[in-house]
Structures are given as structure tokens and as C-alpha cells.
């Protein structure tokens, strides 16, 4: 690598000390940036450029007071980094779950801006939320909460500012309860101002969907590209959740076999392939453990997690999809699934593979769909929602998914095209980071420093 990145990332080190997945984000990216870097490394350097664009805007940490159903009051601890607003309002979803910290609120948010940049929209990047778990919360609990993370939130939002979406641990129903209270407060109807909303209330068709289809439209781009096609492939899907759930639905019309899916517990294997009405059935509406899909399905094979990483790598497939959480994909598990035969694999959630993981999988030419390219439909289709109420419209099923799927399209030819200009064959990883980068940086150039 150039002096001027190991000089930054040794300055993030040191200033984000403490925070791995915000520096594991940053290496990723910057490490894959040296062709461009290279030949304007004088520039940047007096302009501090990558300096500036690893360093958020601001950073948002603030108290979030709830009353459980037995009157006890708990305090939970909200996050909103706007990291980097140079191309658009920022974007970027909220995360209710344990593991929320600073860190991985600011790696989200960094690759935010990558992803935003790549769809072609006006959007920059941030990230939300907080360590609150809906996990066996009410209904009652839950509103209370989002009433309390909302009456914070509101003062730094707004449909030119920030629009916040859902992500894991947010749904409908939490869309729901902050958007009625983020109404209740400012006293207007703003229906742009988060997005993933109802349809009833300016929600839009195909958002569900957006996450897992984009995913599949990806890789159908990036295996027609390399000589190859989902049609008769077996597949496995780590998670269970929305993003999980869908591309297993649009792989499954690719003629693909999804064979097995997972939670944080363990994993399905389905060797007839995985009956997604019984996965929805089961975690979205019993939600329940994945392990409840032997009752439905007895022949079915239940492994637990138990070792360095998770069991559903360890089955024999085609193609991977990593759905679930970031560093999903470790490099032992990247070993196993070389062993197996995995030929491509494409990242469903937010940075699923570890450094490391990503290095081995290129060295023995996998085919690695990124994530800030193949899961950018779910803010793709945020987007759309954007656009539907600002025009006070609602588009069908079919024009939003239409929509979806030629800008996932581009997206794969950006990434392709960015690669070959840099001579780096089906690299995708860096492509993908490469034309992201190259949209925020002309911008950042065009408006000064700032």
C-alpha cells in the first residue's frame, strides 16, 4: 500500500483505538484504493481528503429512558452517526440488538456511504440505534421504547437531513411506533423522513423484498458475467431473517436449491430444499428458533454452533450467502468453504467476511459478491420510497422491483467497470469500493473543505 494509506490507517488505529470493526471497515476499503490514491497522492495529501472521509460528521450518543410492563424504568443507550452527507441527505438504517456500540454504529455508517454512492441516488451515508433488544419485549414495551429513542432522535432528522430506515432488530411495527411519535412531536406529516413505513401510510411495495431480491440480481450479473448462472446450483443461507429469507425466495425462481438457512443457534439442512412458508412461518410469525423446522419437516437435519465458526459452512454447496451479521464468514470457515466447492459467494448482510476471509476467498478465485454492492438494494429501494412520497405517488409491486433490479444491474457494472480500469479482473471487492469512493471523493473536492 501507499505511505500516505498505512499513514492514515495508522492515524484511525490510534484515534479509533478500541473500536475493531470501525478500523476493520476502514482497512478493507482504503487497502483496495491505492490505484486512484496513487495518482493524486500530492492532492489528497494537502487536502487531508482520506483523512476527512474517514472521520464522521458528527456523532450522535444520547439516554433512551423506557418503562418496562412492570413499571420498572430502563435505560438504554441511542446512536446516530451522519458520517458523511456530501452527495445527499443522510441514509442509513436503525439496529436494535445487544451488540450495538459506538464501533459498529460507525463501521455501518462508513460503509453506508460506499453503498449509498454506488446506487446512483442522492443519499449520504448514516447509522442508527441502539442496545435495546426487542427479543421477548411486548408490544407495549417495544412502543414505549421507540416513543422514547424518537423523542431524541427527532431534533436530528428530517427528509432533507436524515432518514432513518429499519435494519436488524427494526421492522414494520418499530417503523411504525417512532414514525407516529416523530409525527406526534413535530405536529406536520412528513412521510419521508424514515422509510420501511406501512403501505397505509406511505410505505412502499417491494421494500420487504428489496435487501434479499437486490442480492440475487447481483449475483445473477456477476455469474452471467463469469459463465455461469443460479439454474440448478445448490445454496446456503446464513440467517433467517428479512434479507435471508427473500434471496432465498428469488433464488429459488433462478432455479437455484436453497438447502439451508440459519439463526444464531445453529442451522436447517433440507437436502429436498429449505421450505421458505415454513421459515416465515416460523421466525416471523411464531418467532421462534430455526431448529422449530424439524416439527414441520422431521426429515430435516438440525446442527448446532459449537466451534470456531458458524455449522451451516460446513455443508457442501455451490454458492454461499451470508445474511446474518457482520464477520460471518471467518477465515477458517472461508477454508471450509473452498473445501466444499463453494465457486461464488455473495454477501447479504453488512461486512459478513472478515479481512482475512476475503483475502483467502480472492486467492483461490472465488467469485465474492461485496456487500456494499449486493444488499444496496434494500436502501436502493429506500430511495424509491423517498421519491413515491415526495411525489405523493405509490408505484406497483412491478415498477419498484423493475426499478430494483436495473439499478442492482448497474451497480454490478460499476463495480465490473471499475475493476477492469484498474486492471483488476473480477475483483469485485475492490470495484466495488473503487467506484464508490470515486463519487464521494469528486464531490468532497467540488465543495471544499469541509
Known sequence: MSNYINEVLEKVSKTNAGEPEFNQAVKEVLSTLEPVVNAHEETYRKEALL???????????????????????????????????????????????????????????????????????????????????????????????????????????????????????????????????????????????????????????????????????????????????????????????????????????????????????????DKNGIDIKAIKQIKEVERKRIKEYKNIHPEAEYFENNGEYQAIWNIKADIALPCATQNDITLEAAKKLVENGVFAIGEGANMPTTNEAIAYLLENKILLAPAKAANAGGVATSGLEMCQNSMRLSWTFEEVNSKLDAIMTNIFKSCKEAAAQYGLGNNYVAGANLAGFIKIEQAMRAQGII
Request: glycine share 14%; proline share 4%.
Open 51 to 269: 483523512e476527512r472521509l474517514c472521520e464522521p460528521e458528527r456523532i450522535i450518543v444520547f439516554r433512551v429512558p423506557w418503562v418496562d410492563d412492570n413499571g420498572q424504568v430502563q435505560v438504554n443507550r441511542g446512536f446516530r452517526v451522519q458520517f458523511n452527507g456530501v452527495i445527499g441527505p443522510y441514509k442509513g438504517g436503525l439496529r436494535f440488538h445487544p451488540s450495538v456500540n459506538q464501533s459498529i454504529m460507525k463501521f455501518l455508517a462508513f460503509e453506508q456511504c460506499f453503498k449509498n454512492s454506488l446506487t446512483g441516488l442522492p443519499m449520504g451515508g448514516a447509522k442508527g440505534g441502539s442496545d435495546f433488544d426487542p427479543k421477548g419485549k411486548s408490544d407495549n414495551e417495544i412502543m414505549r421504547f421507540c416513543q422514547s429513542f424518537m423523542t431524541e432522535l427527532y431534533r436530528h432528522i428530517g427528509h432533507n437531513l436524515d432518514v432513518p430506515a429499519g435494519d436488524i432488530g427494526v421492522g414494520a411495527r418499530e417503523v411504525g411506533y417512532m414514525f407516529g411519535q416523530y409525527r406526534r412531536i413535530r405536529n406536520q406529516y412528513e412521510a419521508g423522513v424514515l422509510t420501511g413505513k406501512g403501505l397505509s401510510y406511505g410505505g412502499s411495495l417491494a421494500r420487504p423484498e428489496a435487501t434479499g431480491f437486490g442480492l440475487i440480481y447481483f449475483m445473477r450479473e456477476m455469474l452471467k458475467e463469469n459463465n455461469s448462472s443460479l439454474d440448478g446450483k445448490t445454496v446456503i443461507i446464513s440467517g433467517s431473517g428479512n434479507v435471508a429469507t427473500y434471496a432465498a425466495v428469488k433464488a429459488t425462481e433462478y432455479g437455484a436449491k436453497v438447502v439451508a438457512m440459519s439463526d444464531s443457534n445453529g442451522c436447517i439442512y
